[in-house]
């Protein structure tokens, strides 16, 4: 953990020999006369990590993870992911929204058939459906998945979501505030899901979120935006608790205290020093 | 509660269909003769110098009562596909000569309408090159096209046709367009992500995503050809429901035109019907 930005000259640094996704010095600017939304954000994710963004609303998170996804073109920089340059979306990049973005006139499981067999174009029929059942039993839902999403309560139609995005086998799997619609006690379940299957299935995860505790029960590393405009990536903490984390017992683990008021701190106070340090 | 204002509302409209029958058997009830120069009603004299019988005081509306209307109605519709020559043909067949008209040049309308909308939806650009053009054309009347498209068709069959689907494609081409415009960018994104492919793209996710507004834009059109079909009909036709009501009313058959009337409104209900059910099946909840 990084405490002081001062002392964390990482961003500039070369970038990690076995990183997966390599982002370099990616900003967005909307407007060429306005200042831009963020500038100059850099890190690395690796294979197998659970990387989460924080930062408040209007510093460009969703715009970090919509160029990362292809969907959206950086105005400065670029991204390297296995050694090649990102520049549109493609299935090595699974997308979860922020809302759950299902086709609403497919039941769940055509939608997670419709996924299935973009990702596998000639795969026989009753192995796209089985393939499509499995991710869907894989978060709970056999029971419903010849419901339409308007059947479906919220918690269920991210669930969906999610196993559309898991069912094409994505490289990084990228969330954006995938719970930020969710009521707390679903929300909790679905995380706890999540994490359960990411540590089966060695998925690489990118989320935003604006959740503190959603950061630290997920990631391994959380990413700290500074505000817009303008914003930066400020720190790049790392999680000090144990994998083994649950959230029942989270709150027990040493350095959980710590960690959360750095984080909350961050947010509270210093994500607006560091703006107001960048323009200065 | 719900039942009881079904049975209200049903009430309600028994009610007003019968106001109207009574109405109209009213105003058509024979009424006595008026001379215009003061002359008692009934006066022998008068009605023998009208022409008329001496004893005949009363005038008859031209106008058919509902009974006498029934009547014909039932006479007609008894054999409404009997043939005997192009100027004796039964409703019916000229009924269907329209419906055949009509679907044609809809179905033209339709095959044109959706691809090129699809492409307005698609490319900014292309809409903002040929929107203008399409605002010029959109308002005319169909059958303004009618002396342009006699002399260069030079077919009034074809003619007819060609009425129907220059009314019929505005209103299919600007819904498609809107409806594949506004489809919401999460669902693109999708297929972004997933690199669906063009054909797929289109079929599974926009056709259905947009086909609500498009069968929106094809119920206007369908109900804007079958009003210019009967105009049209009357302009250039031989045959056609257009064409019958014409012919009825230079026979002074207003039984007939009633009749006819009656059933290009039955139809058009049909018709719309029809496109509503297809509509429902491809609506979808958010």
Not at chain 2, 19 to 25: C, E, M, N, P
């Amino acid at each position: 953990m990084q405490n002081n930005p001062a002392l964390s000259p990482t961003f500039a640094e070369p970038h990690d020999a076995d990183a997966l996704v390599q982002v370099s010095g990616i900003g967005k600017r909307y407007r060429p006369d306005g200042p831009p939304v963020f500038s100059g954000v850099s890190f690395d994710i690796r294979p197998g990590e659970f990387v989460c963004l924080i930062g408040h609303s209007g510093c460009g998170k969703s715009s970090i993870l919509n160029i990362l996804a292809g969907l959206e073109q950086p105005s400065e920089g670029g991204m390297i992911m296995d050694g090649r340059e990102i520049t549109g979306p493609g299935l090595d990049r699974g997308v979860v929204f922020q809302g759950h973005a299902l086709l609403p006139w497919l039941t769940a499981l055509q939608n997670v058939t419709f996924a299935v067999r973009a990702r596998h174009r000639h795969m026989p029929r009753h192995e796209i459906r089985e393939k499509a059942e499995h991710y869907l039993a894989m978060v709970g839902l056999e029971a419903a998945m010849h419901k339409k999403p308007a059947e479906l309560s919220g918690g269920m139609r991210q669930r969906v979501g999610i196993a559309r995005a898991f069912c094409t086998q994505p490289r990084v799997l990228l969330m954006d505030e995938p719970f930020g619609a969710l009521d707390a006690l679903t929300r909790g379940m679905i995380q706890e899901e999540l994490l359960k299957i990411c540590a089966q299935t060695q998925q690489t995860v990118f989320m935003i979120t604006h959740d503190v505790d959603e950061a630290i029960f997920l990631a391994d590393r959380v990413l700290l935006m500074s505000n817009g405009p303008d914003a930066r990536l400020a720190e790049d903490a790392s999680n000090p608790l144990p994998r083994s984390r649950t959230r029942e017992t989270m709150h027990h683990e040493d350095g959980f205290y710590t960690f959360r008021n750095h984080l909350v701190d961050f947010l509270v106070r210093r994500s607006a020093l560091a703006q107001k340090a960048a323009t200065a | 509660m719900l039942s009881q204002e079904n049975r209200l509302s049903f009430f309600l409209s028994f009610a007003s269909l019968l106001g109207v029958l009574l109405i109209w058997q009213f105003s058509t009830l024979p009424q006595a003769s008026r001379s215009p120069y003061g002359i008692p009603d009934g006066n022998a004299e008068y009605q023998r110098l009208m022409g008329r019988s001496a004893v005949a005081s009363t005038v008859r509306s031209d106008f058919p009562t509902p009974g006498a209307f029934v009547r014909n109605a039932i006479e007609v519709l008894h054999a409404p596909f009997h043939n005997n020559g192009p100027n004796d043909r039964g409703i019916g067949w000229q009924l269907g000569a329209s419906l055949l008209r009509v679907m044609i040049g809809y179905g033209l309308a339709t095959l044109v309408a959706v691809p090129l909308g699809f492409v307005f939806g698609l490319q900014p650009v292309i809409q903002k090159a040929l929107n203008p053009f399409v605002q010029i054309l959109r308002p005319i009347s169909p059958l303004a096209w009618m002396p342009i498209a006699l002399y260069t068709i030079r077919d009034a069959e074809l003619c007819a046709i060609f009425v129907i689907f220059i009314c019929s494609l505005w209103p299919i081409l600007l819904n498609t367009a809107f409806g594949v415009a506004s489809i919401r960018r999460e669902w693109l994104n999708v297929i972004r992500t997933l690199e669906v492919r063009w054909p797929q793209r289109i079929f599974f996710v926009l056709l259905p995503a947009a086909a609500p507004t498009i069968l929106t834009g094809m119920r206007i059109g369908l109900g804007v050809a079958w009003l210019a079909i009967v105009a049209a009909e009357m302009l250039v036709g031989s045959s056609g429901i257009g064409y019958f009501v014409w012919n009825q009313w230079n026979n002074l058959s207003l039984s007939n035109v009633i009749l006819a009337v009656l059933l290009i409104g039955l139809a058009g209900m049909a018709l719309d019907a029809a496109l509503a059910f297809v509509q429902r099946s491809v609506r979808y909840a958010e």
